[in-house]
């Protein structure tokens, strides 16, 4: 069975860093678009990041140039560095996969992705 398993969140002040991971089993990254998405209290799912097979990536424009996305596929683990952290980016962080390129259709619906993990939580304090 397939499924997807976060760590890395905690809580750290403003300004520092963390790095999430989400380790994947019984499927190969090769063949998936990866993502990681986030939601505060109250808020709709948001896309932080994706990652596509051939390794090229898009960001929100809320964490562009502070947050990288990176895989490591003989890992089967993907990963989300998170810098120059803010109280607002405090949320639950999901790992999410789909079967197709991240650039059919929206990379940051989360409709589109079938396979999710149940979220590490990130807090910021200010």
């Known amino acids: 069975q397939k499924h997807l398993v976060e760590s890395g969140g905690g809580s750290v002040q403003a300004g520092g860093s963390l790095r999430l991971s989400c380790a994947a089993s019984e499927y190969d990254f090769n063949g998936f678009c990866m993502a990681w998405f986030r939601q505060a209290p109250g808020k709709e799912r948001e896309g932080v990041a994706s990652i596509d097979t051939d390794g090229s990536t898009l960001y929100a424009d809320s964490v562009k140039d502070r947050f990288t996305i990176s895989k490591d596929n003989s890992k089967n683990t993907l990963y989300l560095q998170m810098n120059s952290l803010k109280p607002e980016d405090t949320a639950m962080y999901y790992c999410?996969?789909?079967?197709?390129?991240?650039?059919?259709?929206?990379?940051?619906?989360?409709?589109?992705?079938?396979?999710w993990g149940r979220g590490t939580q990130v807090t910021i304090s200010s």
């Open positions: 999410a996969a789909r079967s197709h390129s991240c650039y059919l259709g929206s990379w940051s619906s989360r409709w589109l992705y079938g396979f």
